[in-house]
């Protein structure tokens, strides 16, 4: 089936404007730049919906200027602190608890929902945009991950249409303009060769295992190209990044991951590729920000100015290409295994990569821990029936968090708190 072509029905370029906008992880690293694009051209949207975490402080700011009508937050706390902060006579609805961001994502008043939450938090309030017939901007790649073909399903049903915000989705769906997605008999796209992720390779691109070993949070917090949020950056060090993107192109543009190659560029300026069967690759060239998938996204089909700089081949560094080692970095290859095992062991590779960032941000476990852990539960992991649905999804999500946590505590030697910094 030509999953591409089917999420993307004829009416989706007829969105007009100003596009009614609910952002969901508005505080965050996309958030932020979401805003900063609305802010550039505030003609285009009417913010309706604000929602952001536990960070009070920058969803009243935001609110503030922008002066949405519902906001949400995760707990009361902070429910309590934002409306203390929000200016006298706005007294916006204030929307608290996870079943909020659902709530957000599904807005009557919406008709464009960018969902920018972090990790598997955002799959419920993605799922409820689907459902609703949304236009979604979707930087939530956490969300195919674990309920892909929920998500598709959802999509088809209301009418629903997804615009990948991740900038290798994003190049990918630009390269595919103008591609009729000419199928055979049984759905398969008989033109589309092959898609190329490019990789940055992260910061600990050419290092050896070593180094690997004794690596510090901060050092995976410091990528060469992008500035984004804590736990992205580290999947970045990882490659899990990339392998969760690979599961996510096999999700938007309907091919097997057979046909998903991964190439790392450590310059960032190729943002992916698409090959024909003539041969002929398509690529997306930009430079490392954001604010061009993302506005892309909002405006699309329309293309507008984000006053920025923009790329100078003339001055820029030569681009290189390479294979990735899949020997150093495990992720990629765990992530492409799983997508292979079952429909729901990308729940627990997500769900074990989750457990495991985390830790390796707090000291607990070391950076060559994170595979070793997601490699654990993905042996643990019982495939779930083929048309399960969010419910059993989330319970295996649960269940991996749970018992990736327990194997930790029960290690009788921990693994050394790395120690060297750079
Ligand atoms: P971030 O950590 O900077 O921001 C996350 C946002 O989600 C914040 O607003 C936070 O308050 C909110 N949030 C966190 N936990 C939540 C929960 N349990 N319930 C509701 N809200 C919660 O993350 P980010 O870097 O902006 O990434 C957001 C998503 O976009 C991720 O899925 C990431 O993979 C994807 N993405 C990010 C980038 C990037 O450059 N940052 C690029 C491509 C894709
Ligand atoms: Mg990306």
Redesign the pocket.
């Known amino acids: 089936m030509k999953t591409y072509i089917s999420l993307w029905p004829a009416h989706a370029a007829e969105l007009p404007f100003p596009r009614n906008l609910a952002i ?8 932020v730049s979401a805003l900063s694009v609305v802010a550039r051209h505030p003609d285009l949207f009417r913010v309706v919906a604000l ?5 009070a402080r920058r969803l009243a700011e935001q609110a503030t200027a922008l002066r949405p009508g519902v906001l949400a937050v ?1 707990d009361a706390a902070t429910a309590a602190e934002l409306k203390a902060l929000l200016p006298v006579g706005y007294h916006p609805e204030i929307l608290v608890g ?1 079943t909020a ?1 659902e709530t957000v994502a599904a807005l009557p008043g919406a008709d464009l929902v960018l969902s ?4 598997a ?2 799959f419920l309030p993605t799922l409820a945009a689907a459902r609703a017939g949304k236009r979604i901007a979707l ?4 969300s195919l991950v674990l309920g892909g073909r929920l998500i598709r399903a959802a999509c088809r049903a209301s009418g629903a249409v997804i615009l990948p ?3 290798e989705h994003n190049a990918i769906f630009q390269a595919l303009a103008g591609h009729d997605g000419a199928h055979d008999d049984t759905g398969n796209d008989t033109e589309l060769a092959k898609l190329l992720l490019t990789a940055s390779g992260g910061p600990f691109h050419g290092r050896d295992a070593a180094f690997l070993a004794a690596v510090t949070p901060a050092q995976a917090l410091s990528h060469p190209n ?7 950056s580290v ?1 970045s060090a990882t490659l899990m ?1 990339k392998g969760l993107e690979v599961i996510e192109a096999c999700h938007l543009f309907g091919l097997p991951v057979a046909q998903v190659e991964v190439l790392v560029h450590p310059q960032s300026i190729v943002h992916s590729l698409v090959e024909y069967v003539d041969g002929s690759q398509l690529a997306h060239l930009g430079l490392p920000d ?1 604010r061009i998938p993302i506005a892309h996204c909002l405006c699309y089909p329309k293309r507008v100015s984000l006053g920025m700089p923009r790329l100078n081949l003339a001055s820029a560094a030569s681009l290189t290409f390479e294979a990735p080692d899949e020997t150093l970095f495990p992720c990629l290859g765990l992530a492409k295994a799983a997508y292979g095992a079952s429909h729901s062991h990308p729940v627990a590779l997500n769900a074990a990569n989750e457990v495991a960032v985390d830790l390796f941000l707090q000291g607990r476990i070391g950076f060559l821990d994170i595979p070793r852990l997601i490699e654990a539960a993905l042996a643990r992991h019982t495939a779930l029936p083929e048309n399960c649905g969010a419910a059993e999804l989330l319970a295996a999500d649960a269940a991996t968090r749970r018992e990736t946590l327990a194997s930790v505590s029960n290690e009788t030697t921990r693994p050394a708190q790395p120690t060297r910094e750079e």
Do not use: C, Y
């Open positions: 969901l992880g508005s505080t965050g690293s996309i958030g929602a952001g975490g536990r960070n995760l996870p961001f920018a939450i972090v990790g938090a955002g930087a939530n790649k956490e915000v991740d900038s992008w500035s984004m949020g804590p736990k992205i999947d990044n954001m």
